[in-house]
C-alpha cells in the first residue's frame, strides 16, 4: 500500500511538471509571435516614412543649407495633415496610433523623430542637420517589453 502511494505521488509530481514546462513553452511561444507581430508593425511604419521626403523645404525643392531645414521645435505634421497626408519624415514626430486591426492583438504605436550626427547616431541634435532619425515604439498588453525600432535618414543632394 506503501508503494503504491508513493508511486502516485511521484506520477502527481511528474504530471505536474511536464504541465508546468508545457505551460511555459506556450507562454514564451505566445511572446514571440507577438514580437514579432509588433517588429512587422514597427518596421511598416518606418517603411511607410522611408518613402516621404526628407523635409518640407525638400517635398519640392532641393536645399544646400540646414537653416532651410524644419526647425528642431517645429518637427511634427504641419497645420492640417494627418498620417494620410505626412509628405516628409519629420511629420511622423509624435505620431499615436492604437492598431486593432489583428483580432489577437492590440499594438499601441508612438513614433519619435529628431536630428542627429552622423558621427553620433544616438544622441539628438539641437539644431539641424542632414540626418533624421525616427524610432518607432511599439507596445502592447501580449508583449512582455516594449519594441523599438529606429533608423537615421539622410539628405543627399547632387548638382
Same mark, same amino acid.
Given at each position: 500500500m506503501m508503494l503504491t502511494m508513493g508511486a502516485m505521488i511521484m506520477l502527481s509530481i511528474l504530471i505536474l511538471r511536464v504541465n508546468?514546462?508545457?505551460?511555459? +513553452?506556450q507562454d514564451t511561444m505566445q511572446n514571440s509571435k507577438y514580437g514579432l507581430l509588433a517588429i512587422s508593425v514597427a518596421s511598416s511604419v518606418i517603411e511607410d516614412a522611408n518613402k516621404k $521626403?526628407?523635409?518640407e523645404a525638400t517635398v519640392n525643392n532641393s536645399v544646400t543649407s540646414? $537653416? &532651410?531645414l524644419t526647425t528642431v521645435a517645429n518637427l511634427g505634421p504641419e497645420s492640417g495633415e494627418t498620417y494620410d497626408t505626412? /509628405?516628409? #519624415?519629420?511629420d511622423y514626430n509624435n505620431y499615436t496610433k492604437t492598431d486593432s486591426s489583428m483580432p +489577437? $492583438?492590440?499594438?499601441? #504605436?508612438k513614433c519619435t523623430v529628431?536630428?542627429?550626427? $552622423?558621427?553620433?547616431?544616438?544622441i539628438t541634435s539641437a539644431t539641424p542637420t542632414w540626418n533624421?532619425? #525616427?524610432?518607432?515604439?511599439?507596445?502592447?498588453? &501580449? #508583449?512582455? /517589453?516594449?519594441?523599438?525600432? +529606429?533608423?537615421?535618414? +539622410?539628405?543627399?543632394s547632387y548638382f
Open positions: 508546468n514546462n508545457q505551460l511555459r +513553452s $521626403a526628407f523635409d540646414t $537653416a &532651410s505626412f /509628405d516628409d #519624415i519629420d +489577437s $492583438a492590440v499594438f499601441n #504605436i529628431c536630428y542627429v550626427s $552622423a558621427s553620433t547616431p544616438d533624421k532619425k #525616427i524610432t518607432v515604439y511599439v507596445t502592447s498588453k &501580449s #508583449i512582455r /517589453d516594449t519594441v523599438k525600432l +529606429s533608423q537615421v535618414f +539622410s539628405y543627399w
